[in-house]
């Protein structure tokens, strides 16, 4: 019995080491067929200072703050933070020189984004105070406070921001002893042509800059192109204006009235 058991208990050994030399084999052609992956080296943004909408809103015209707007210059041109200056982040790698190491940087962008950390992070490492918007401008705005449009006339809410004055209006107010600021919003060019005496040029381009020159007087904005005087209205009430009033007539218009002689 004992000569018959141990050739089956040889046999059984010779099976189990065959079977498991297949195994083995089949599961290294398996395992070599299919590639070790590796996470994604993913860009994984720095942690970097931040500011909120409230700080942000409060360092508007501050002079040792700068607002740099990252986005693109047509999304800036619709809706912006006042005194904010665009620079698009593709074309920001040729002007970082020119940023100013002295100002508080502050990167707006149009939400919280990996490349306005990423860019933070890189302005601090050389030398910049820099920090982001917590939020982005999306966050600023959920937070009521105000942006500088660029003014839709088919837009009603941007219609009730600005009170319109035919030139004949304008004149009558001016015989009732009314005393305007005309603000011609004209280009330089067109202003040194010819202009209403007296007059200050504070062309559409530049009005929402040279806000602090204004004076501090009721004004009446005017152009060749009324648009573009309303469209600087818009601005002006973005920006908390009120006193103001916009001329529905163009220059030459108005100018013909205002110094036409009594019947």
């Known amino acids: 019995m004992k000569q018959l058991f141990r050739p089956v208990l040889l046999l059984l050994f010779i099976v189990l080491v065959v079977s498991t030399f297949f195994l083995y084999r089949t599961w290294r052609q398996y395992s070599g067929s299919v590639p070790k992956t590796s996470p994604e080296k993913s860009e994984v943004a720095p942690e970097v200072p931040q500011v909120s909408s409230q700080e942000v809103y409060q360092l508007i015209r501050q002079p040792d703050a700068f607002l740099l707007d990252i986005r693109p210059a047509t999304e800036f ?50 030398g910049y105070q820099a920090a982001y918007l917590s939020g982005g401008i999306l966050s600023y705005a959920q937070h009521g406070y105000p942006l500088v449009t660029i003014g839709d006339p088919n837009n009603p ?19 009732q002893g009314t005393v305007f600021a005309f603000i011609d919003t004209r280009s330089p060019y067109a202003f040194r042509d010819d202009h209403i005496e007296g007059s200050l040029n504070f062309p559409l381009e530049n009005i929402e800059a040279d806000k602090e020159k204004l004076p501090a007087k009721i004004l ?44």
């Open 77 to 126: 041109a619709k809706k912006h933070i006042e005194s904010s200056i665009n620079i698009p982040l593709d074309k920001l790698k040729n002007n970082v020189s020119q940023l100013d190491q002295k100002k508080k940087i502050i990167i707006i962008d149009r939400e919280v984004s990996a490349e306005e950390k990423i860019l933070v992070d890189y302005l601090r490492q050389h």
């Open 157 to 175: 809410t941007d219609l009730l921001k600005v009170e319109m004055l035919s030139a004949e209006e304008v004149r009558k107010k001016l015989l």
């Open 220 to 263: 009446l904005l005017y152009d060749n192109d009324p648009l573009r005087s309303w469209r600087a209205g818009v601005k002006l009430y973005d920006m908390g204006l009120a006193n103001f009033f916009v001329c529905q007539d163009d220059y030459q218009r108005l100018k013909e009235i205002l110094f036409k002689e009594e019947d």
